[in-house]
């Protein structure tokens, strides 16, 4: 419908407004302008599910023109975005109408806007004070479902609101979709619901895991990997996708003939919005009724919204905010509605965690283990309360599946707490400037030529002594999880290192405080904690020591099974892959990296000098081998534990004689399931001898 140099004109017209927004200097005259970018970038979100901007950008387009149509009404036309929803259709499934219009929400960004919303809601409705629903704005693709004579009949998607793709077939595969629900002792014949289709972080991640292993590329996030599941012709690959579905709308309904619509008959269930949640529950739907939360007052609303946001992290599956709608079915039909959203019901979004911005240039950087990262380099940008420059890139097959180029517009996610990620760049708009990124050759830092094994897709510096891998290393061995060096830090470390005070991880335990004394911002108190905290980690267990030399495939859980597999650390000069692989949970590559590690003559002169440093090399054997109401038995955790922490529970576990597991294998014995269990569920349940336990039935374990 664009063709690229359209779509370039406009996409470059949409940064210009977006700048005259942020800076109030939007006029009259920009107006055709910004409805022909806002038609383009519904046609680009709704059609072809390819968004070249953010829905925060969009949203600040959206509400100008808005804006400006309320305090000018003459200029409003009858094909302004504010007059409908979207346009188009794709082509690929049959085009039904929705018994009632699919409109969009009005949005709020803070308190003041849903103070505003209140006064007006007041207004219409002569109230003082208002109860309202509140629930998650569920971050997914909106569908419509009707049943009939208490059948599920016919699922479509949103399309323009008035009219979209018949998907029933799709929907069928969704199995927290009913194929029949008795409407019917509710006095209902016909129905129309509204809700999301989601994935869930977890069969988001599992389903990309799959995708890597056949190495396809990866779905771009689970927004837009739910919409996309709905549009496949092939409904088993709809199956396999693990979709879920959230109904949390009544919008139309016809009663059975006769039906009593009398106080005390279930259909009161219907005169709120709340009701009708519980209702959906009720019949096998999964209706938003346990994250549901209905307040009387705006001030409760503004409390809760502030409050839902700081555990949005926590939630299974993407939340982009919450709405608010009048409980009260009646009084939404007293307040109605626009052509555009229904003034009974807001959306609060939260902080915006998508944006576009320009790649500029990509550096490449020297981890510990000689892995190279490239890191893009990007305008800087505020995504999810905090601003963006810089993002992890992975390596040079990362690259090449993006398509990546220098001087690329990209839009960028930060989901979560996460490290941000490029989701994709936007090829449509590239004018011939690009430039291709060219992976290096030879190290960064030490100049020697790097090598990648042939199942690996990082490519890696050999040189051991290369000084970015040494200062890599020596902050990995001060860390919280490994010698727990507190008053050391990064920033110490890299100037500790420049300075010729560090060159390798004895001299940690060697360091001139004389002359470290002299430095600007080494007082007394702080040189003080810095020789306290050192002299402490030579205490350290054996377990917390082998993690923190940073051999490769060796990670917190297989360092507590290999301390306990010695009395003494170079006892590890002995053993054989055999040996090690004979041990709980370690597996060929493991054991071979171990041998490999204690097979250099470096690696054991810096072992010798660390013991006569002082260090403990002496296995303090866990309770596991002592016997123990949990002695010999093997665990492994998955999910998220909702009573316990994780590190509290495997704190249990050895603490009671039990050992821990870092992956499914037949040598496991209990598997405790939390919420949102991933792919070690699904693969221990395919070896009988696993006991799968949840967290309650774990605790009972522990007590007994």
């Given at each position: 419908?664009?063709?690229?140099?359209?779509?370039?004109?406009?996409?470059?017209?949409?940064?210009?407004?977006?700048?005259?927004?942020?800076?109030?200097?939007?006029?009259?005259?920009?107006?055709?302008?910004?409805?022909?970018?806002?038609?383009?970038?519904?046609?680009?979100?709704?059609?072809?599910?390819?968004?070249?901007?953010?829905?925060?950008?969009?949203?600040?387009?959206?509400?100008?023109?808005?804006?400006?149509?309320?305090?000018?009404?003459?200029?409003?036309?009858?094909?302004?975005?504010?007059?409908?929803?979207?346009?188009?259709?794709?082509?690929?499934?049959?085009?039904?109408?929705?018994?009632?219009?699919?409109?969009?929400?009005?949005?709020?960004?803070?308190?003041?806007?849903?103070?505003?919303?209140?006064?007006?809601?007041?207004?219409?409705?002569?109230?003082?004070?208002?109860?309202?629903?509140?629930?998650?704005?569920?971050?997914?693709?909106?569908?419509?479902?009707?049943?009939?004579?208490?059948?599920?009949?016919?699922?479509?998607?949103?399309?323009?609101?008035?009219?979209?793709?018949?998907?029933?077939?799709?929907?069928?595969?969704?199995?927290?979709?009913?194929?029949?629900?008795?409407?019917?002792?509710?006095?209902?014949?016909?129905?129309?619901?509204?809700?999301?289709?989601?994935?869930?972080?977890?069969?988001?991640?599992?389903?990309?895991?799959?995708?890597?292993?056949?190495?396809?590329?990866?779905?771009?996030?689970?927004?837009?990997?739910?919409?996309?599941?709905?549009?496949?012709?092939?409904?088993?690959?709809?199956?396999?996708?693990?979709?879920?579905?959230?109904?949390?709308?009544?919008?139309?309904?016809?009663?059975?003939?006769?039906?009593?619509?009398?106080?005390?008959?279930?259909?009161?269930?219907?005169?709120?919005?709340?009701?009708?949640?519980?209702?959906?529950?009720?019949?096998?739907?999964?209706?938003?009724?346990?994250?549901?939360?209905?307040?009387?007052?705006?001030?409760?609303?503004?409390?809760?919204?502030?409050?839902?946001?700081?555990?949005?992290?926590?939630?299974?599956?993407?939340?982009?905010?919450?709405?608010?709608?009048?409980?009260?079915?009646?009084?939404?039909?007293?307040?109605?509605?626009?052509?555009?959203?229904?003034?009974?019901?807001?959306?609060?979004?939260?902080?915006?965690?998508?944006?576009?911005?320009?790649?500029?240039?990509?550096?490449?950087?020297?981890?510990?283990?000689?892995?190279?990262?490239?890191?893009?380099?990007?305008?800087?940008?505020?995504?999810?309360?905090?601003?963006?420059?810089?993002?992890?890139?992975?390596?040079?097959?990362?690259?090449?599946?993006?398509?990546?180029?220098?001087?690329?517009?990209?839009?960028?996610?930060?989901?979560?707490?996460?490290?941000?990620?490029?989701?994709?760049?936007?090829?449509?708009?590239?004018?011939?400037?690009?430039?291709?990124?060219?992976?290096?050759?030879?190290?960064?830092?030490?100049?020697?030529?790097?090598?990648?094994?042939?199942?690996?897709?990082?490519?890696?510096?050999?040189?051991?002594?290369?000084?970015?891998?040494?200062?890599?290393?020596?902050?990995?061995?001060?860390?919280?999880?490994?010698?727990?060096?507190?008053?050391?830090?990064?920033?110490?470390?890299?100037?500790?290192?420049?300075?010729?005070?560090?060159?390798?991880?004895?001299?940690?335990?060697?360091?001139?405080?004389?002359?470290?004394?002299?430095?600007?911002?080494?007082?007394?108190?702080?040189?003080?904690?810095?020789?306290?905290?050192?002299?402490?980690?030579?205490?350290?267990?054996?377990?917390?020591?082998?993690?923190?030399?940073?051999?490769?495939?060796?990670?917190?859980?297989?360092?507590?099974?290999?301390?306990?597999?010695?009395?003494?650390?170079?006892?590890?000069?002995?053993?054989s892959l055999e040996d090690l692989q004979s041990l709980e949970d370690i597996g060929p590559k493991v054991a071979g990296s171990i041998v490999k590690f204690f097979s250099i003559t470096e690696n054991l002169n810096m072992l010798e000098e660390l013991e006569r440093l002082g260090l403990n090399f002496q296995s303090n054997?866990?309770?596991?081998?002592?016997?123990?109401?949990?002695?010999?038995?093997?665990?492994?955790?998955?999910?998220?534990?909702?009573?316990?922490?994780?590190?509290?529970?495997?704190?249990?576990?050895?603490?009671?004689?039990?050992?821990?597991?870092?992956?499914?294998?037949?040598?496991?014995?209990?598997?405790?399931?939390?919420?949102?269990?991933?792919?070690?569920?699904?693969?221990?349940?395919?070896?009988?001898?696993?006991?799968?336990?949840?967290?309650?039935?774990?605790?009972?374990?522990?007590?007994?």
């Amino acid at each position: 419908m664009y063709p690229q140099q359209q779509t370039q004109k406009l996409q470059s017209l949409t940064s210009k407004l977006l700048e005259k927004v942020k800076n109030q200097h939007f006029q009259n005259q920009d107006l055709e302008d910004l409805r022909e970018v806002l038609r383009f970038h519904e046609y680009r979100y709704y059609i072809l599910n390819e968004p070249l901007i953010a829905d925060y950008e969009y949203d600040i387009l959206f509400k100008e023109l808005e804006k400006i149509e309320a305090a000018n009404p003459s200029l409003i036309t009858a094909a302004s975005p504010t007059q409908r929803v979207a346009k188009g259709l794709t082509k690929d499934f049959p085009t039904v109408a929705h018994l009632v219009p699919m409109l969009s929400l009005e949005n709020s960004y803070n308190a003041e806007d849903l103070i505003d919303w209140d006064r007006k809601a007041k207004e219409l409705t002569g109230l003082e004070t208002i109860e309202y629903c509140i629930e998650p704005k569920f971050d997914g693709a909106g569908i419509s479902l009707i049943y009939e004579n208490d059948l599920f009949v016919r699922g479509a998607t949103r399309g323009d609101g008035v009219e979209g793709d018949d998907i029933t077939t799709n929907i069928k595969q969704i199995r927290s979709v009913p194929l029949s629900a008795k409407f019917s002792s509710y006095g209902i014949q016909q129905i129309e619901i509204r809700g999301e289709v989601m994935l869930t972080k977890n069969n988001f991640k599992k389903y990309n895991d799959m995708l890597a292993e056949q190495n396809l590329p990866p779905l771009a996030n689970p927004r837009n990997a739910a919409a996309g599941s709905l549009r496949i012709k092939d409904p088993k690959e709809v199956s396999r996708r693990n979709l879920e579905a959230f109904l949390y709308h009544v919008s139309y309904y016809i009663n059975i003939e006769g039906w009593p619509m009398t106080d005390g008959s279930t259909s009161n269930a219907l005169l709120t919005h709340s009701g009708c949640l519980q209702m959906l529950w009720d019949l096998g739907f999964r209706s938003p009724q346990k994250e549901k939360k209905v307040v009387k007052g705006i001030q409760a609303v503004i409390d809760h919204c502030h409050e839902f946001e700081k555990q949005r992290d926590d939630l299974p599956y993407e939340v982009d905010g919450l709405v608010i709608k009048v409980n009260d079915i009646a009084l939404q039909d007293k307040m109605g509605m626009t052509t555009h959203h229904p003034r009974w019901a807001i959306a609060f979004k939260f902080k915006a965690r998508q944006a576009t911005t320009k790649l500029r240039a990509v550096e490449f950087q020297v981890g510990r283990t000689g892995a190279i990262t490239p890191v893009a380099k990007l305008d800087p940008v505020a995504i999810g309360g905090v601003t963006v420059s810089s993002i992890s890139v992975h390596n040079e097959e990362y690259i090449k599946e993006k398509d990546l180029k220098i001087g690329d517009t990209v839009i960028i996610e930060r989901a979560g707490d996460v490290i941000p990620q490029i989701v994709k760049s936007l090829a449509e708009l590239r004018d011939g400037k690009e430039k291709n990124i060219h992976f290096p050759k030879h190290c960064p830092i030490c100049k020697t030529p790097l090598a990648k094994e042939e199942e690996e897709a990082v490519w890696r510096c050999l040189n051991i002594k290369c000084p970015a891998q040494v200062v890599e290393r020596i902050i990995h061995f001060t860390s919280k999880d490994a010698m727990d060096i507190r008053s050391f830090g990064d920033a110490n470390v890299r100037k500790f290192y420049d300075m010729g005070f560090l060159q390798d991880i004895p001299d940690i335990y060697k360091l001139p405080f004389d002359k470290i004394g002299a430095l600007e911002g080494f007082g007394e108190k702080s040189m003080t904690n810095l020789k306290t905290a050192i002299e402490a980690s030579k205490k350290q267990p054996l377990h917390r020591l082998i993690y923190a030399l940073g051999i490769r495939f060796v990670g917190e859980t297989t360092a507590k099974v290999l301390s306990n597999a010695v009395d003494h650390l170079l006892d590890f000069k002995n053993k054989s892959l055999e040996d090690l692989q004979s041990l709980e949970d370690i597996g060929p590559k493991v054991a071979g990296s171990i041998v490999k590690f204690f097979s250099i003559t470096e690696n054991l002169n810096m072992l010798e000098e660390l013991e006569r440093l002082g260090l403990n090399f002496q296995s303090n054997k866990s309770s596991s081998t002592n016997g123990g109401n949990l002695s010999g038995q093997t665990f492994l955790f998955t999910g998220t534990l909702m009573e316990l922490k994780r590190s509290d529970a495997e704190a249990m576990v050895e603490k009671n004689g039990g050992k821990l597991l870092s992956g499914v294998s037949s040598k496991l014995n209990y598997l405790i399931v939390g919420e949102d269990a991933g792919s070690k569920l699904e693969k221990a349940k395919k070896i009988t001898s696993i006991k799968i336990l949840s967290e309650k039935e774990f605790l009972q374990l522990i007590n007994a």
